[in-house]
């Protein structure tokens, strides 16, 4: 699943500079009020396949489908992001729906994963508290006219764990050839995620304590450069 809350098709790192005589210049994506795109119809798709999954996993325990839907739903959120850049169909709504979409699936898998006893309680706790916290100190900076914190590298790697370890521990419920393997990597990416996405966590508490500590309230401020 795609890692940063940013409009797709907007790289990360330093601004471009200006075409060089001779070197053909790079558009920018541009950013539209449009709904009706194809990655927005992906994410909406996305979206509806959610409850489907919680029931597959929880009362027919259909792993295999359920497996299956996990799968999907991260095979469709790689290929909205390419089709939006490739097609110019980068959107404010896809900006915002698209990162909703992939926490709603985080947040999901955690509680199925419990509720069946996949994982410890205090895995799932540990992880959607963490966001729950982040999304507590939002107003810090909206208070001060800031846009919130840049999405951290190390955060992504954290995510990007965390996406491969919940599919490969659902693998490895099943009585198929791989269930070991999938579960030894599984639970080992799961507890590097773990662990990553709680220090990134911390960091992000220590950058809004700075901003609240440092920043006037209605302090109005110009988005820093990503680097």
Do not use: C
Request: glycine letters at 10%; charged letters at 15%.
């Amino acid at each position: 699943m795609d890692t940063g809350d940013r409009p797709r098709g907007v790289a990360d790192g330093p601004n471009v500079p200006e075409a060089t005589a001779g070197a053909p210049a790079v558009a920018e994506p541009v950013v539209t009020d449009r709904v009706l795109t194809v990655p927005n119809v992906l994410s909406v798709i996305r979206l509806l396949g959610i409850p489907l999954f919680l029931y597959l996993l929880l009362v027919p325990q259909a792993d295999g489908w359920a497996l299956a839907i996990l799968m999907l739903s991260g095979f469709t959120d790689w290929a909205d992001g390419k089709l939006a850049r490739l097609l110019n169909q980068t959107s404010r709504l896809g900006a915002l729906l698209d990162p909703l979409v992939d926490r709603l699936y985080v947040i999901t898998t955690l509680v199925g994963f419990t509720l069946r006893g996949i994982i410890p309680w205090w895995v799932a706790a540990i992880l959607i508290g963490r966001d729950l916290i982040l999304a507590l100190v939002l107003p810090i900076y909206r208070r001060r006219g800031l846009p919130p914190p840049a999405v951290l590298y190390l955060g992504k790697a954290a995510t990007f764990a965390l996406m491969f370890a919940l599919p490969l521990v659902l693998a490895a419920q099943g009585d198929w050839g791989f269930a070991p393997i999938a579960r030894a990597w599984g639970y080992a990416l799961l507890i590097w995620g773990t662990g990553l996405y709680v220090w990134t966590g911390l960091l992000y508490l220590l950058a809004a304590a700075n901003i609240a500590r440092e920043v006037p309230v209605g302090a109005r401020q110009t988005e820093p450069e990503h680097r």
